[in-house]
């Protein structure tokens, strides 16, 4: 164990670093980095890649979690850097770690083991794509070679832009702030976009504007407000604009909700407090899982589907994608959502499959992640023993926390994740802009972003109050 600790460190120092700054910056200085950080994303999310011609994706479902862009330099996104952090939780979760990241070195460690890992994880995700068909078109020889380090090396940037926020010049985190860009950058480009597109199959029939408002505005003006109310091709219009608003608004209901659980502190006599449980208690992190794990059998299966055509007993798994890398039968084609409300209808069964699909798995991720994650009744009992608090009229004995606890964690457990499983899948199947999981997360980021803000604000006018704030 302390020749790999020693092994960990050594390789640290030789990896790129940002620095953390010598001087803490301001607020206004803090959003100067963060916008550099995000255009510099945004940017190298329009840069295609070197002697990458064809854009066909067949990983979409994986754009939104991972804040990618097919067949740019952020082909891979943040996917490296979620993947590692996820697998070392994991690993702490489970004890499999012995670290007490209470300790500033074990802190520091843990630090640099994601950060080795990510370096791995960049090499090996940029080989699976190019080896494993993500990336279409690519020919073996100079072609693979040259995308392969652009990958790795737009990856390492995407890494260090993240380190960039998180060490103090920015607001927030890089992975945050990224995914917030690309969800609202979907959700602006649905509502406000000025491209003109076809409206019928024929290429000579009418055109109008792709995005909700010039739309709207234009049928407004020719005194066609009805064409407005429904498009084909799931053009955005008007009932999915009111369908996403509509979620949106009871997503942020929703995160406001929460039991509290009275304490008082065992050092200071006279305090009390309490201690929130939220509703939503392990957060999306079930429904990234659930999508990530759908993701990935659909890039399997399309592989299976490249290598194995024509065998019979796959048939049931997979059988046949379109242009875009869409399932068009088999499995998971009924693991995936119907594209709008005029799909839904068509298939009803294959809606009901997906959101019953998608809703259990969130369950079951939210149980195990509760478990491993350190968000246990036995967890946060030990975190409240440690922080020298009680429940009033209880015991003090971290058995009889746990017991207070188990009353509320693990039902409340289940029912965020079938509250974040269930709107997840029904808003895809409505349509709405960004999809369900996109909007679930731009939400949550949102949120959090403004309580960042309130409190650094509050650092800035009173430090000392913006900490007793912190810790409560």
Not at 196 to 224: E, H, K, M, R, Y
Not at 232 to 255: G, K, M, Q, R
């Amino acid at each position: 164990m302390a020749s790999l600790r020693d092994f960990v460190k050594s390789a640290a120092t030789i990896l790129p670093e940002v620095p953390k700054p010598k001087q803490k910056p301001n607020l206004s200085e803090k959003f100067v980095w963060t916008g550099l950080a995000m255009i510099c994303y945004l940017v190298m999310g329009i840069t295609p890649l070197y002697l990458y011609g064809n854009k066909g994706d067949t990983l979409s479902a994986l754009r939104i979690i991972f804040a990618s862009q097919q067949g740019t330099l952020i082909t891979l996104g943040i996917g490296p850097i979620v993947t590692a952090g996820l697998i070392l939780q994991l690993l702490q979760g489970s004890d499999i770690l012995k670290l007490d990241l209470g300790n500033p070195d074990d802190r520091a460690l843990f630090g640099s083991a994601t950060k080795i890992l990510t370096f791995i994880v960049i090499a090996v995700e940029s080989g699976a794509y190019l080896l494993g068909g993500a990336l279409p078109s690519v020919s073996p020889g100079t072609q693979t070679i040259v995308i392969f380090f652009q990958l790795v090396g737009a990856s390492i940037i995407v890494l260090l832009l993240d380190e960039l926020i998180q060490k103090g010049w920015g607001i927030g985190s890089g992975i945050s702030l990224f995914i917030l860009a690309g969800v609202a950058q979907t959700f602006m480009w649905y509502t406000f976009s000025p491209q003109t597109v076809s409206l019928s199959s024929s290429q000579t029939g009418p055109t109008g504007f792709f995005g909700f408002v010039p739309a709207f505005i234009d049928a407004a003006v020719t005194n066609s407000l009805s064409s407005i109310i429904t498009r084909p091709d799931n053009y955005p219009d008007l009932v999915t604009f009111v369908l996403s608003c509509a979620v949106i608004l009871f997503i942020i209901y929703i995160e406001g909700m929460r039991v509290e659980v009275p304490i008082t502190s065992v050092k200071y006599k006279g305090f009390q407090g309490v201690y929130p449980i939220k509703l939503l208690y392990v957060s999306n992190i079930p429904v990234i899982l659930v999508s990530a794990l759908t993701a990935n059998l659909t890039f399997v299966a399309r592989i299976l589907n490249n290598e194995f055509t024509g065998s019979s007993w796959l048939h049931y798994f997979v059988s046949g994608f379109d242009t875009n890398g869409n399932p068009t039968g088999g499995l998971v084609y009924y693991l995936s959502p119907p594209q709008g409300l005029a799909s839904t209808a068509a298939d009803p069964v294959r809606a009901v499959i997906y959101v019953a699909f998608l809703t259990t798995m969130a369950v079951l991720f939210a149980r195990i992640w509760v478990e491993i994650g350190g968000l246990s009744s036995k967890a946060v009992a030990k975190n409240l023993m440690n922080a020298d608090v009680q429940v009033p009229g209880f015991r003090r004995s971290g058995l009889s926390l746990e017991q207070v606890l188990n009353r509320y964690i693990p039902p409340i457990t289940v029912i965020g994740g079938l509250i974040i499983g269930f709107v997840a899948s029904v808003s895809d199947l409505l349509g709405v802009f960004g999809t369900g999981i996109g909007l679930l997360l731009m939400c949550d980021i949102i949120l959090q972003y403004y309580q960042m803000l309130v409190k650094e604000q509050l650092e800035e006018f009173s430090p000392q109050l913006a900490g007793i704030l912190g810790q409560s």
